[in-house]
């Protein structure tokens, strides 16, 4: 029988539930469960796909091309097993679902209202991965602060769902801060209090209070808020600011998170928690024995968040390389020509990001013009690697005019060009080339040396893809095709031979990269950015 836990947040929003979540969960698969993290987001988008990455960061995509939450990208990297759609929900995928069933008549003639009909469609969801068999576990994180309005119909459902299953069955863990008031020189508890109260008035008492906090919650502290919120004061943890995420799922050990949620789910303890190859990936991030920096150019920078998957990928490289790696913020759109090696000459690397649209296009293209003249190591992915084949083309091949369609439809060379499948497409939800795709690579190519071997699968998102009636001329000039799709024949990597390090790919490797199995391009790429290191110094 499957056990649920619910992780809500009180008092502020960005308090870190999607790392407690990863966190607890890492804890639990290290005892030896099988458990799995989903996320309830409130608003009514039908998933983030249509969002603009500076309203709430990266779109992370599943391997069956769900278009999803960031959270579902530290899921991932904390446990290393694979999310689904099934793990994303908002209110607009239970509405449509609702909304759907209603117009085919399955309501029999009723009413269709919030209670039942749209909560019993949250719990048929929160049951889903549960139902599936494959979990002793199912942590679900629910968007938004509790007494947001848009998240009442998550919270009675909640209520609901914890009555149903019974105490033992399903728990609450509530995330709130404490607050530091400075000029009293205290940590103050009236604010949980507060957010346990609203809890309360919906009918849910938290079994777990999770605080966040930046000073030590004394054991007089934690005594007063047990008190004034019903909970054993084992119950109430202290989840200090960390100078990593990754350090959060050992100080939950220390503070006994797993064992507190175990004994309230009456489950067995099991073994102490296996983390030894997660304090080794620490140790190694903590203890560096050299520093590369790379250069990341995109337009979303003022938001890193736009980027999350690929700056905890450099992480994870970074840890594999023993290498400090120090990512810059780079803005494409302040990059010429005449500026590329003031704004770019330090680097040790460069990463040019994905993207969409034609802000900032140019100075990505004049980024890799200096890159590969100057032999610095260069990744490019998704939009940066059509950056790469454009930049090939214009100043390499001679192609006048080459450029991707998605920005000048009648280019005189549209060496990047729609998917003939997107070309009927008009709705924008959902319909780019999406997930998980296999790849063949050309033996005796970088891109054969890094992974070492000859089938891969990586996710994608994108609509445009490499113009194949430009392939020979590409190949004939020094730019290598060396992954292939097996079936569509689309171009998904790029290379160059004379260069140390030019790699593009199609894909998004950044969704892949976990704590236990860093993607081999990202350190790879680290790397040849430490090497480039060396001889600059030398
Ligand atoms: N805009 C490009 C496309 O749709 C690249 C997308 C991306 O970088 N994810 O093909």
């Known amino acids: 029988m ?15 539930k999607g790392i407690i979540s990863a966190s607890l969960a890492k804890l639990l698969q290290a005892r030896g469960y099988r458990v799995t993290i989903q996320k309830f987001d409130p608003y009514i988008n039908i998933d983030p796909g249509t969002l603009n990455p500076y309203e709430h960061g990266e779109c992370f995509v599943t391997e069956d091309g769900a278009e999803t939450d960031l959270d579902l990208g530290h899921y991932e990297r904390f446990l290393n097993v694979p999310t689904s759609q099934a793990n994303n929900i908002t209110t607009g995928r239970i509405y449509q679902n609702v909304i759907n069933a209603e117009r085919q008549g399955a309501y029999l003639g009723k009413t ?49 769902f914890k009555w149903e299953e019974g105490a033992n069955n399903a728990i609450v863990i509530h995330l709130t801060l404490i607050p530091f008031l400075a000029a009293a020189g205290e940590l103050k508890t009236k604010p949980t209090q507060h957010s346990v109260k609203a809890l309360l008035e919906y009918g849910i008492q938290p079994d777990i209070l999770v605080c966040r906090t930046e000073h030590p919650i004394s054991q007089d502290i934690r005594k007063k808020i047990a008190l004034f919120c019903n909970v054993n004061v084992n119950a ?59 250069g990341l ?56 990001a994905p993207g ?6 140019e100075g990505k293209i004049d980024t890799i013009k200096y890159v590969r003249e100057n032999n610095v190591p260069f990744f490019g992915i998704c939009l940066g690697m059509q950056c790469a084949v454009i930049e090939y083309g214009r100043n ?64 994608h998102r994108h609509r445009y893809e490499f113009n194949s009636a430009y392939l020979q001329q590409y190949e004939d000039a020094g730019m290598v095709a060396s992954g292939i799709n097996p079936e569509s024949k689309l171009v998904e990597i790029i290379e160059l031979k004379n260069h140390p390090f030019f790699v593009g790919g199609q894909f998004h490797p950044e969704l892949k990269s976990t704590v236990a199995n860093p993607h081999p391009l990202f350190v790879k790429f680290v790397a040849a950015a430490k090497e480039h290191a060396k001889k600059v110094s030398n």
């Open 356 to 361: 969409f649209g034609s802000r900032g296009i």
């Open 297 to 352: 150019i995109g337009k979303y920078v003022e938001l890193p968040d736009a980027y999350k998957s690929i700056i905890e990928s450099f992480v994870h490289a970074g840890s594999k390389n023993e290498c400090k790696v120090k990512v810059e913020y780079i803005h494409s759109e302040g990059i010429y020509p005449d500026n590329a090696h003031e704004k770019l000459g330090h680097l040790d690397g460069v990463l040019v």
């Open 236 to 294: 109430v943890i202290e989840s200090r600011d960390a100078s990593t995420i990754y350090d959060v799922p050992l100080l939950m050990m220390k503070e006994q998170l797993d064992k507190t949620v175990l004994s309230k789910l009456k489950l067995a303890q099991k073994n102490e928690p296996d983390m030894e190859s997660w304090k080794e990936f620490l140790g190694r991030l903590k203890n560096p024995t050299s520093e590369v920096r790379i």
């Open 396 to 459: 390499v091949i001679g192609l006048e005019g080459a450029h991707t369609t998605e920005i000048e439809e009648n280019c005189a060379h549209p060496v990047i060009n729609m998917m003939e499948e997107q070309k009927q497409v008009t709705e924008k939800g959902g319909t780019m080339r999406l997930g998980s795709y296999p790849c063949d690579l050309k033996k005796g190519t970088k891109a054969y040396a890094i992974y070492g071997r000859t089938h891969i699968t990586e996710r």
């Open 2 to 16: 499957t056990k649920y836990i619910f992780v809500t947040g009180g008092v502020t929003s960005s308090l870190g």
């Open 112 to 160: 269709v209202q919030v209670v039942p009909h749209i909560t019993d469609e949250i719990k048929r969801n929160m049951r889903m991965l549960g139902n599936s068999g494959d979990f002793d576990i199912v942590i679900t994180e629910l968007g938004g602060t509790v007494g947001d309005i848009e998240s009442l119909p998550f919270i009675e459902a909640v209520r609901q």
